[in-house]
């Protein structure tokens, strides 16, 4: 009895301490509502680690903490009329500082997990490098300015990066 009671003593106490001192990781939601379209952009923080940067080749996809955008209406993406419904979020990479947005309809995406890119639509995008660095994954909905004013910009930051996609939003 006393050897049961240690153990799940021992045990307890190395959940707390594991606990304690593991990284958080946690659901964020950012939601906007714009031009009577509303959107809602989910995924998982997760910390910036440079290693996993080192060799990134053409064709990586980066899961962007498995980020989902979910919009109840109509929008454009490039020549592209997307209808209301989940799309999950990638970043493509041409190289470890140019990457390349894409909304994959949730619907035709397959594994939620590694969804099929080859079934998205690249969004415009621009890639940043040498930005502030950020310690954790950060998605975004912002309004545009300049030649994307109108418009809705997706930005995923990490690290010293930072990536912006455009959205074409409804006229009405």
């Known amino acids: 009895m006393k050897k049961a009671t240690l153990l799940v003593t021992t045990l307890l106490l190395v959940c707390l301490v594991g606990a304690l001192f593991a990284h958080p990781h946690f659901d964020k939601t950012v939601t906007a509502s ?11 923080t997760l910390p910036y680690n440079a290693k996993h940067l080192e060799g990134i080749k053409e064709g990586f996809v980066f899961g962007c903490g498995r980020a989902k955008l979910t919009v109840a209406g109509e929008m454009t993406v490039g020549n592209t009329k997307l209808g209301a419904g989940a799309y999950f979020l990638r970043a493509k990479a041409k190289s470890a500082d140019e990457w390349t947005l894409v909304l994959i309809p949730e619907a035709l995406a397959g594994d939620p997990r590694n969804p099929d890119v080859s079934k998205g639509t690249a969004l415009e995008t621009k890639s940043f490098a040498n930005q502030a660095v950020l310690h954790h994954l950060d998605l975004n909905l912002t309004g545009g300015h300049g030649p994307t004013d109108g418009k809705l910009v997706v930005s995923v930051a990490f690290g010293s990066r930072r990536i912006e996609g455009v959205i074409t939003l409804p006229t009405a």
């Open 34 to 44: 714009v031009k009577g379209l509303e959107l809602k952009l989910t995924y998982i």
